[in-house]
T-cell receptor, first 113, second 117 residues
Framework: AQKITQTQPGMFVQEKEAVTLDCTYDTSDQSYGLFWYKQPSSGEMIFLIYQGSYDEQNATEGRYSLNFQKARKSANLVISASQLGDSAMYFCAMREVGNDMRFGAGTRLTVKP | DAGVIQSPRHEVTEMGQEVTLRCKPISGHDYLFWYRQTMMRGLELLIYFNNNVPIDDSGMPEDRFSAKMPNASFSTLKIQPSEPRDSAVYFC???????????????FGPGTRLTVL
């Protein structure tokens, strides 16, 4: 069964604007971790941000924040003040206790000048 | 600190040939993961090691694939014989913790783009 769903194959955003990349997940566990990675055209996978299921506050890392809505099982990535260098594929991932990390299909973000 | 190092970055080979991909994890990391990324299947975990010992190889597609980790600083993924459907980007990742915790972040190498003709 698909554990991680990213419904937006592609997104466009104007430079300097904010953008939200959607991620929903499926788990019956109460304890799990959520991750976002960035993959630029050069190919490497870059860790961006982590949210634990018991974390009461939304995670933030610089211009990245995670809009965590546990009841809705969503973990959307918000990028503020988009830059041209933010153009990349973005992957949402989840780890349940005792299991390996599972990745979504990704969203391709294009930042327009 | 150096990140995860993979070599080669690109490999083009002919069907039937043996291919060996190499990975050097981040020093001090106890876990090493091999992934494969394709357009059709996305990012798939092939195998992972803990302290040089293979823990879960259920993602290895078939017997043509094998992985080793002879020491804490080196791992190989071998495909013999290679087939065109093996064409993909292969990532190595490492993780620092000795106990698998939920916040266990994996740090990826740059990947090896394999093309099998």
């Amino acid at each position: 069964a698909q554990k991680i769903t990213q419904t937006q194959p592609g997104m466009f955003v104007q430079e300097k604007e904010a953008v939200t990349l959607d991620c929903t997940y499926d788990t019956s566990d109460q304890s799990y971790g959520l991750f976002w990675y960035k993959q630029p055209s050069s190919g490497e996978m870059i860790f961006l941000i982590y949210q634990g299921s018991y974390d009461e506050q939304n995670a933030t890392e610089g211009r990245y924040s995670l809009n965590f809505q546990k009841a809705r099982k969503s973990a959307n990535l918000v990028i503020s003040a988009s830059q041209l260098g933010d153009s990349a594929m973005y992957f949402c991932a989840m780890r349940e206790v005792g299991n390996d990390m599972r990745f979504g299909a990704g969203t391709r973000l294009t930042v327009k000048p | 600190d150096a990140g995860v190092i993979q070599s080669p970055r690109h490999e083009v080979t002919e069907m039937g040939q043996e291919v060996t991909l190499r990975c050097k994890p981040i020093s001090g990391h106890d876990y090493l993961f091999w992934y494969r990324q394709t357009m059709m299947r996305g990012l798939e975990l092939l195998i992972y090691f803990n302290n040089n010992v293979p823990i879960d190889d259920s993602g290895m597609p078939e017997d043509r694939f094998s992985a080793k980790m002879p020491n804490a600083s080196f791992s190989t993924l071998k495909i013999q014989p290679s087939e065109p459907r093996d064409s993909a980007v292969y990532f190595c990742a490492s993780s620092p913790r000795t106990v698998r915790e939920l916040s266990d972040t994996q740090y990826f190498g740059p990947g090896t783009r394999l093309t099998v003709l």
